[in-house]
């Protein structure tokens, strides 16, 4: 319900760019990005063209939402923000991880098991951010 109360506060007209954008970011958390690059992404991967400047409205109405953040990027030997590219960032990791489809378990249900190995202590940092269908490979 978090996508539609966007699209009708901000009359978004094509919701399914808009989607397919937040799952772009979400894919890419951390990584450097702007408009332009995300427009082209558009283009060549899924054959749609979309303007930069939508994209960066579509961005800037993610961000109004507290959906994602922006991190600017700061050049310390010119002592000034660096406008582009930008890093995006989940406010929620649990709302990125569900739109993602990643459903991860507690770290405990599987503490028993790793416990055996001789390798635990380099397992078990891993296990935190694995998939479902990974841990159980890494278990059998």
Do not use: Q
């Not at 937040?22 to 283009?43: E, Q, R």
């Not at 991967?45 to 994209?55: F, L």
């Not at 960066?56 to 700061?74: N, P, Q, V």
């Amino acid at each position: 319900t978090y996508i539609r109360d966007i699209v009708d506060r901000n009359d978004v007209r094509n919701r399914a760019e808009m989607e397919e954008l937040l799952d772009v970011v979400a894919s890419s958390i951390g990584g450097l990005t702007n408009p332009k690059k995300l427009s082209d992404t558009f283009k060549s991967v899924k054959g749609v063209t979309i303007h930069p400047d939508t994209v960066k409205s579509y961005l800037d109405y993610l961000e109004d939402s507290f959906l994602i953040s922006k991190a600017r990027r700061y050049d310390v030997k010119g002592k000034r923000y660096i406008n582009t590219p930008m890093k995006y960032y989940f406010s929620d990791c649990g709302l990125r991880n569900a739109r993602l489809g990643c459903r991860l378990l507690p770290v405990s249900l599987h503490l028993k098991k790793l416990r055996k190995t001789s390798e635990s202590h380099v397992l078990l940092p891993a296990v935190r951010f694995m998939t479902i269908e990974d841990r159980h490979e890494l278990l059998e």
